[in-house]
C-alpha cells in the first residue's frame, strides 16, 4: 500500500509538471513584454515547485533587479512584494541568488536554519518578514543564457523539504526564464538604432499657431515589428 502511494505520488507530480512546461511553453510562445512574461512564469511555477518564486536579473551595470516574486497564496502575496521592491538581493552580499549570478553555481538546502536566515537577510526587518513567512527549503538555479549569466531563479517551500530531483525542475524552469532574458536583450539591442532614428525625424517643436494648442505623441504602431506611428492632436 505505501509502494502503491508513492507511484501514485510520483506519477501525480511527473503529470504536474508536464503540465506546467507545456504552459510554459505557451507563455513563451505568446510573449510580449519582458516584466509581463516573467510574471506569468512565476504564476506557473509557484502552482508546481514551492511556495514562493523570486526571479532576478542582472544589468549591463552590475546591479541586481527582483523582477518576480511571487507567493502560491494571495493573501501572503503583499509581504513577498516586500521581497521585491525593499529586499532584493545585493550584488555584494550572500544571498544564494548572487552566488548563482556571480558564480553560476546552483544551490539547495532541505533547511533553512535561523543561522542561514540571518546571513542571508540584511537586517531585521528582512529577517522578521522571511521567518513571518515560514521559509523552510530553497534551491537557487543561475540563468544562463547563450552568452552569460543573467540573473538567477529561487524557489522557496514553506510546506516541505526540498529533494535533489526538484533541482532537475528547477533548471529547466531556469532554462526557459534565461530564455525570455536573453530574447529580451536582443530585441532591444536589435532595435534600438531603428528606434532613434526614426525619433529623430520628428520636429523639435511644432509651428505655433494662434489659438492652437498642439500636441504630439511618438509610440509604438507595432511591437513585434517596431514600426512607429506619430500622432497629432489639435485642440
Known amino acids: 500500500a505505501i509502494d502503491r502511494a508513492r507511484l501514485a505520488g510520483a506519477e501525480r507530480q511527473a ?27 512565476g504564476d506557473l511555477a509557484v502552482g ?31 509581504k513577498v512584494d516586500r521581497l521585491r521592491t525593499t529586499f532584493a538581493p545585493e550584488p555584494s552580499g550572500g544571498h544564494p541568488a548572487v552566488l548563482a549570478i556571480t558564480e553560476g553555481r546552483a544551490t539547495w538546502s532541505r533547511s533553512m536554519s535561523e543561522d542561514f536566515l540571518r546571513a542571508t537577510t540584511v537586517n531585521d526587518a528582512h529577517f522578521d518578514l522571511v521567518r513571518s513567512l515560514g521559509f523552510r527549503s530553497y534551491l537557487t538555479v543561475p540563468l544562463d543564457s547563450s552568452r552569460r549569466v543573467v540573473g538567477s531563479v529561487t524557489c522557496v517551500s514553506t510546506s516541505r523539504e526540498f529533494r535533489r530531483d526538484d533541482m532537475a525542475f528547477a533548471q529547466e524552469l531556469a532554462r526557459h526564464v534565461a530564455a525570455v532574458v536573453d530574447n529580451a536583450r536582443r530585441y532591444e539591442s536589435a532595435f534600438r538604432p531603428s528606434q532613434i532614428l526614426q525619433s529623430s525625424l520628428l520636429p523639435s517643436r511644432l509651428p505655433a499657431m494662434r489659438g492652437v494648442a498642439a500636441r504630439t505623441r511618438d509610440t509604438t504602431a507595432n511591437r513585434r515589428a517596431q514600426g512607429r506611428g506619430y500622432i497629432h492632436d489639435v485642440l
Do not use: N, S, W, Y
Not at 15 to 35: K, S
Not at 54 to 67: A, K
Open 15 to 41: 503529470a504536474e509538471r508536464a503540465t506546467f512546461f507545456a504552459r510554459a511553453a505557451q507563455v513563451l510562445a505568446e510573449a510580449d513584454d519582458l516584466a509581463g512574461t516573467l510574471a506569468r512564469l
Open 48 to 78: 508546481t515547485l514551492g511556495e514562493l518564486c523570486l526571479v532576478d536579473v542582472v544589468g549591463e551595470d552590475g546591479q541586481i533587479t527582483r523582477m518576480v516574486a511571487k507567493h502560491r497564496e494571495p493573501r501572503m502575496q503583499p
